[in-house]
């Protein structure tokens, strides 16, 4: 498992620096698509809990189709899929790391110098797909499942965003979920016929700030003959 992270990690760097190298941003009336990857850095926001920050570089992509109504003002919307959770220590002794693989769809405006560097905000619906739960007791994973569209978060994710693009086609932005990642009212059996509620009184929260490549860059088509 190391070695294929390892492995995604490096092609997801190189083949975003690659593409850097070829594309710019063009000024047109017309809508266009402009694609990137986002590396994130995330945390819950549970209470007496000890939170942990989570690293997840891959798999995330976002596609938007750009509207750009001046040389300083437009707005985008798009599809993503993005890589998302958190991790926190129920005790001493015992971890848990969980993430959900979402489908979000934003929408946003674009404040600034559009061919430089501008200001972006927005809304993005997500739905969780694909749940994965792991569990460490000192250090050694105990247990791990994942489920598509699983009842044990809320379907519907709900959270604003905000960021301003750097240099060379990298952005930062910072996104805050206005509803809880899981379902707290969940039932589940707990093995000698009862049931019992895993995630009752965990509100959590996600809160994550990201390096985004190449989020806005307009495509232009390379003539291999230059």
């Known amino acids: 498992m190391k070695k294929l992270f390892t492995f995604l990690l490096i092609i997801s760097t190189a083949s975003t ?24 850095f995330s945390t819950g926001t ?11 570089p891959v798999i995330n992509l976002q596609t938007l189709l750009n509207f750009d109504q001046s040389e300083s003002f437009g707005w985008f919307t798009g599809v993503n899929i993005r890589n998302v959770g958190f991790i926190f220590d129920e005790s001493a002794s015992v971890r848990k790391k969980v993430r959900n693989y979402n489908l979000g769809i934003p929408i946003g405006v674009k404040l600034g110098h559009l061919d430089d560097r501008f200001f972006f905000a927005g809304y993005e619906l997500e739905i969780a797909m694909n749940y994965r739960e792991r569990t460490f007791v000192d250090e050694v994973r105990t247990e791990r499942f994942s489920v598509w569209f699983s009842d044990r978060v809320n379907t519907l994710q ?14 930062i ?23 019992f509620q895993p ?18 860059k307009n495509w232009e088509l390379v003539d291999l003959e230059d």
């Open 17 to 40: 620096y690659t593409f850097a190298q070829t594309k710019t941003v063009t000024k047109d009336v017309k809508p266009y698509f402009t694609s990137g990857g986002e590396w994130i």
């Open 46 to 56: 549970l209470q007496n809990n000890n939170n942990v920050l989570r690293f997840s």
């Open 158 to 171: 709900h959270a604003l965003f905000i960021g301003y693009t750097l240099p060379k086609g990298t952005s």
């Open 173 to 195: 932005k910072a996104k805050y979920y206005l509803n809880s990642f899981f379902n707290q009212g969940f039932t589940a059996s707990d093995g000698n016929g009862g049931t």
């Open 199 to 216: 995630y009752a009184g965990l509100d959590a929260n996600i809160f994550y700030v990201s390096l985004n490549f190449s989020l806005f």
